[in-house]
């Protein structure tokens, strides 16, 4: 299926129209000035008053060429004006006209966007995960297929590509050489494993989160080229027995990691080489102290993780703390692991 745009005019909308209309004034008017040897104005003003049939006068005498040039202008040119002003009117009226200025914007938001996520897929699944990048403010485009999904996506302001999220040049389009990872979340797995292996293909150090139902597909996906694979059914099982277990711990995990609470939030900060805080110890460092921030963990870069790390335990370039705090300390944090 060929991708389009929600809300894009259908073929032969009022852009070749309004074209036609003003080839047909152009044409209009060179030929006065060839004919009759008028100034370009005069020319440009017989044209129009007589495709439009205001008929005021004659500019100036015609000679009988260029009265046959009137016939045929008025045969060619009052028709297509009367079509392009009906199309005009008619896309107004029905409101094509906000949707087909939202495709321009979206067109040129695509080809600026960068640093994005892209999310495959907006049902149950991806919208919720829509729903919580756009609440952290994090850009992202969503791709998806079915039309009354695509309508619901773009009511809520997202930007949006109805197509095929395996297919490569969607993927070109919703800018994965600029994009941050890929989220697919596609109805099947086998749709997600297409779209993940073609998201590898074309970026092979993207990163990529991939939705999975059943362990076989789990594999599937990793084969793939996901970088993590998500099972829903798996985690809200296990997370319906922990609320059961630890009603505490759950309550405090979603307070650490929900957008809801902006007043406490868990973070992932990765340590750029050329940052003040690479090669130093936590306790160097002095993270607590300046920052405000409690360092949970450190995922070193063969993604083995420091959970609790000793105040002696070195950072090194490349290493990702997990850090808890507030969203100010945070960001301040940030600024200095990456200057």
Same mark, same amino acid.
């Given at each position: 299926?060929?991708?389009?745009?929600?809300?894009?005019?259908?073929?032969?909308?009022?852009?070749?129209?309004?074209?036609?209309?003003?080839?047909?004034?152009?044409?209009? @008017?060179?030929?006065?000035?060839?004919?009759?040897?008028?100034?370009?104005?005069?020319?440009?003003?017989? @044209?129009?008053?007589? &495709?439009?049939?205001?008929?005021?006068?004659?500019?100036?005498?015609?000679?009988?060429?260029?009265?046959?040039?009137?016939?045929?202008?008025?045969?060619?040119?009052?028709?297509?004006?009367?079509?392009?002003? @009906?199309?005009?009117?008619?896309?107004?009226?029905?409101?094509?006209?906000?949707?087909? *200025?939202?495709?321009?914007?979206? @067109?040129?938001?695509?080809?600026?966007?960068?640093?994005?996520?892209?999310?495959?897929?907006?049902?149950?699944?991806?919208? &919720?995960?829509?729903?919580?990048?756009?609440?952290?403010?994090?850009?992202?485009?969503?791709?998806?297929?079915?039309?009354?999904?695509?309508?619901?996506?773009?009511?809520?302001?997202?930007?949006? *590509?109805?197509?095929?999220?395996?297919?490569?040049?969607?993927?070109?389009?919703?800018?994965?050489?600029?994009?941050?990872?890929?989220?697919?979340?596609?109805?099947?797995?086998?749709?997600?494993?297409?779209?993940?292996?073609?998201?590898?293909?074309?970026?092979?150090?993207?990163?990529?989160?991939?939705?999975?139902?059943?362990?076989?597909? &789990?594999?599937?996906?990793?084969?793939?080229?996901?970088?993590?694979? &998500?099972?829903?059914?798996?985690?809200?099982?296990?997370?319906?027995?922990?609320?059961?277990?630890?009603?505490?711990?759950?309550?405090?995990?979603?307070?650490?990691?929900?957008?809801?609470?902006?007043?406490?939030?868990?973070?992932?900060?990765?340590?750029?080489?050329?940052?003040?805080?690479?090669?130093?110890?936590?306790?160097?460092?002095? *993270?607590?102290?300046?920052?405000?921030?409690?360092?949970?963990?450190?995922?070193?870069?063969?993604?083995?993780?420091?959970?609790?790390?000793?105040?002696?335990?070195?950072?090194?370039?490349?290493?990702?703390?997990?850090?808890?705090?507030?969203?100010?300390?945070?960001?301040?944090?940030?600024?200095?692991?990456?200057?």
């Amino acid at each position: 299926m060929a991708d389009r745009w929600i809300g894009s005019l259908p073929a032969g909308g009022p852009r070749p129209a309004v074209l036609l209309l003003a080839m047909v004034i152009a044409g209009g @008017t060179l030929g006065y000035v060839a004919i009759e040897g008028w100034s370009a104005w005069d020319a440009f003003y017989m @044209t129009v008053t007589t &495709i439009t049939t205001v008929g005021f006068r004659e500019v100036h005498e015609l000679t009988r060429a260029g009265q046959a040039f009137t016939v045929v202008l008025l045969i060619g040119g009052v028709g297509t004006a009367l079509y392009t002003f @009906t199309l005009l009117a008619t896309t107004i009226v029905e409101g094509r006209l906000p949707h087909h *200025l939202r495709q321009r914007r979206n @067109t040129r938001m695509l080809e600026t966007i960068k640093d994005h996520f892209i999310v495959c897929g907006f049902g149950r699944i991806g919208s &919720i995960i829509a729903s919580q990048l756009s609440r952290q403010g994090v850009p992202f485009v969503v791709i998806e297929r079915e039309g009354a999904r695509v309508q619901q996506a773009m009511e809520q302001g997202f930007l949006t *590509l109805e197509a095929d999220a395996s297919a490569e040049d969607v993927l070109v389009r919703a800018g994965i050489e600029r994009a941050r990872g890929l989220i697919a979340a596609v109805g099947t797995d086998a749709e997600n494993v297409y779209a993940v292996l073609t998201a590898r293909v074309l970026r092979p150090d993207l990163f990529i989160v991939g939705r999975a139902e059943g362990e076989d597909s &789990i594999r599937k996906l990793e084969r793939a080229g996901a970088n993590r694979v &998500i099972s829903p059914y798996k985690i809200g099982a296990q997370h319906i027995a922990q609320t059961a277990l630890r009603p505490a711990v759950v309550d405090f995990v979603e307070l650490a990691t929900s957008s809801e609470h902006l007043e406490l939030a868990m973070e992932e900060v990765t340590i750029a080489g050329n940052s003040p805080l690479a090669n130093r110890s936590l306790l160097d460092a002095n *993270l607590r102290q300046r920052f405000g921030v409690i360092v949970v963990a450190i995922q070193r870069q063969k993604r083995h993780m420091d959970f609790n790390p000793e105040p002696d335990a070195s950072i090194f370039p490349g290493d990702t703390l997990v850090v808890l705090g507030r969203w100010d300390s945070l960001k301040r944090l940030e600024a200095e692991a990456a200057p």
